[in-house]
């Protein structure tokens, strides 16, 4: 494959346009070529060619046309995107949409155009916004995802040609080279100093050594003769013979898991219930009252328009805009705070996230390389090993990623040396040399793997003297060498000797009798704010796991030094043996996984959501899509490849765990503003409407018109529309927020009956003491409703007290001005239109008294109404 200069943007366009992926054993079985074996790397070429039905000379331009036929392009299929019509059809189904649109067409039937058109308005602009919002995420996040056209190199008809990367077919022969993207998974057959990353596929930040010859590995993470589709060529040349092919590589294993269904979020799970509670609510009450005034010989249609004017008074119909607006200006704060969010409903989920697991690479770690310490042969520090191996590097050419981690300390390695002589690196051996000429004459410095360089060491340099390399310090060295492992810590050797001869380039035999220099240790170091973050977000209430395809030891280092306890690393193979069931009772205790398959990483987050977590995932490579996908709320980063980016709810501009920590403090803020209208709707619609249908069964004439009922609930909705830019409380969002239905049966049964109470009293003081008329009556009492209803506002907004805790400017706006707007209709010619008569100063003065006590026992009475409902063990709060 070509085009070497932009090798990242060429992983992120092939991930793009080629679907997900990921290094699972599990699914490697799966649709197979026709005799093809599921473990391709065990096998010799021989065998695999002959279940192929190949040679390994490659094939023939029909031959390759005949096979692209019979086993389709090297691609995957494409997530179908979701049409407007299928958006809007979407939001319009659920059951508070429902409600609002046969209550508006009722309205309109029944005479009412100005009230049913009010309704239907509402909540076409409501639908509206939520799609045109969420749409202009998505475009956001693919603008994000660069496209690139990549070309294969394979061996058409005896000579290597470029071919299009979707018509490679099993069979072909495929040539890579450094910074190609693998296109297929093959069977290396030649290679030369070749090395591939696979960060993106198992999380493991080094380069990965392959060369050819069967291995017997029990997965492909461990599989060194075998290239995987979506890997990056680092170094070298190689020669492969290509074994799967689009959705059958262990890359396009992934792709099932974006090609099924989103399922519901929390947020859109309890909204949904919640919508299904009022309609139950709405139907019962409304079936009561109309039977009811039937029954008692009322006018059917009166009644009827009554009844809708009553379901429309219980539903709170702003309750979609306020939603869609309040996590729009959620979107808008989170983009500010380098957050785009492709989903609405995701920003509440992230409130509401209990767990978040996260892949440790380019996440916890800064997924850039770099050398950690230099360390003499008795292991203590000591700087000569790093210069030396600095000085190699600067002159041998290989230029890896350790390399450039031994450079970056040392911008002057080479200064005063000249090269004489080089041996690439060589990955049988595992070890490359340098002939250089310096300040120590000309010497040979050799690097590589510690087990190959020390085998080839006769002495070690000490502050003694040089001393013999004998097996017991051979076993100390290499004992050193684990203890580095085990800190998280990559080594190289170094050795080096006199050279004796003339200067020429390296040969194998003159890697002997070399005096042990000692070790350099490596380390993908973590984030420096990683630490801060991880403890903010378990003082929020966020537990962290980490979910890695990296070494176990590794990740139990790494955990370490973020914070986290880990006396307990279970590895994938530790995950398979268990049952789904005892693993959601592990995943109680254990933090940190290591070497974890694609589908391991979902299957985690499963169970956690089995134990009644709320969990969100935070990946960017490959590997991590099918959890991105299963999570509750998916967090990808600017950069991840294309597959982790179409997976996620959301993508972080900025990778760091503290953008998350503020994105958990956003959602939370959220989603507390919708609880203020939810409450408020409990509090005041209920009780009111409840106090209506009561009265209209008790007096002989009706407390209040279906006009005034519709003006009411129009005057109080435009009351709250300052709730999207309402302040929070602290308080508010130091825990996870989730819709707590019992909390809010327990809000409405405290609030709702006591607004019905007080419109008790005003009904037995305006009919019994006042002896008020019909519309005298109508009218009082709907000053006495809006004011109860606005004004209580400002109390169950907040958990604190209303004068310690100031509505922001926006919500006393839109509040206040309501309030005087009902308070000055009866007495203008509109109140004449709806039926209103002014009542006189003595009515009035007592529905204030009314009203101020009323707001004195709301106040009194709200910490019994907000008091937190208990969290029931291993279920999610809904």
Known sequence: MKDRGAAPAKIEALASSQAPAALSAAPLGSALPAGAPAAFWTQSPEAVCASLGCGAEGLSASEARSRLDRYGPNSDAETASETWVHAVLRRLLEPLSLILLAAGVVSVATGDEVGGGIIVTILALSIGLDTVQEGHAIKAADVLRRSVALKAEVKRDGAFVQVEVDQVV????????????????????????????????????????????????????????????????????????????????????????????????????????????????????????????????????????????????????????????????????????????????????????????????????????????????????????????????????????????????????AQGWSLKGRRAFDFARRTGSILADGPEGETLIVKGAPEAVIALCAAMRTSAGRQDMDEARRADALARVHALAKEGLRSIAVASRPWTKASQDVAPEDEKGLVFEGLCAFADPPKAT?????????????????????????????????????????????????????????????????????????????ALQSRGSIVGYLGDGINDAPALKAADVGLSVDGATGVAQAAADMILLAPDLEVVADGVEEGRRTFANILKYVRMGASSNFGNMLSMAVASMALPFLPMLPTQILLNNLLYDLSEIGIPFDGVRAQATARPQVWDMRGLVRFAAVMGPLSSLFDAITFAALYGLFRASPDEFRTAWFLESMATQILVIFIIRTNGRPWADRPSAGLAASSLLALAAAMAIPFTPLGTWFGFQPPSPAVLAGVAAIVAVYLVAAEALKPMALRRTPERPGRRTR
Not at 342 to 347: E, G, M, T, Y
């Open 170 to 413: 099993p069979g072909d022969v495929l040539r890579v080279r450094a910074g190609d993207i693998i296109p297929a998974d093959a069977l290396v057959l030649t290679c030369s100093a070749f090395t591939a990353g696979e960060a993106a596929l198992t999380g493991e930040p080094y380069p990965v050594e392959k060369r050819a010859g069967p291995v017997q590995a029990d997965g492909p993470d461990r599989a060194s003769n075998a290239l995987f589709r979506g890997a990056v060529a680092l170094t070298g040349e190689a020669s492969a013979l290509v074994v799967r092919t689009g959705g059958r590589t262990v890359f396009g294993a992934a792709a099932a898991a974006l090609a099924t269904a989103q399922t519901p979020s929390p947020f859109q799970r309890d909204l949904h219930a919640f919508g299904l509670a009022i309609a139950r609510l709405t139907l019962g009450l409304v079936v009561v009252v109309l039977a009811t005034r039937i029954l008692a010989g009322r006018e059917l249609l009166g009644s009827l328009m009554f009844a809708v004017a009553l379901a429309v008074g219980l539903t709170p119909e702003l309750l979609p805009m306020i939603t869609t607006v309040t996590l729009t200006r959620g979107a808008l704060r989170m983009s500010r705070r380098k957050v785009i969010v492709k989903r609405l409903a995701s920003i509440h989920d992230l409130g509401a996230m209990t767990v978040l697991c996260t892949d440790k690479t380019g996440t916890l770690t800064s997924a850039e390389i770099h050398l950690d310490r230099s360390l003499g042969p008795d292991g203590a520090e000591d700087p000569r090993p790093a210069r030396l191996a600095a000085v190699a590097a600067d002159l041998g050419g290989d230029r890896g990623a350790l390399d450039a981690a031994l450079l970056a300390g040392a911008t002057t390695a």
């Open 530 to 606: 990683a630490m801060a973050a991880i403890a903010r977000l378990a003082k929020a209430g966020v537990r962290l796991k980490i979910l890695s395809g990296d070494d176990p030891v590794v990740v139990q280092h790494v955990a370490g030094l973020v914070g986290m306890s880990a006396g307990t690393v279970l590895s994938g193979e530790d995950v398979a043996a268990l049952s789904d069931d005892a693993l959601a009772v592990q995943i109680q205790t254990v933090d940190a996984f290591g070497r974890l398959a694609p589908d391991q990483k979902s299957r985690i987050v499963k």
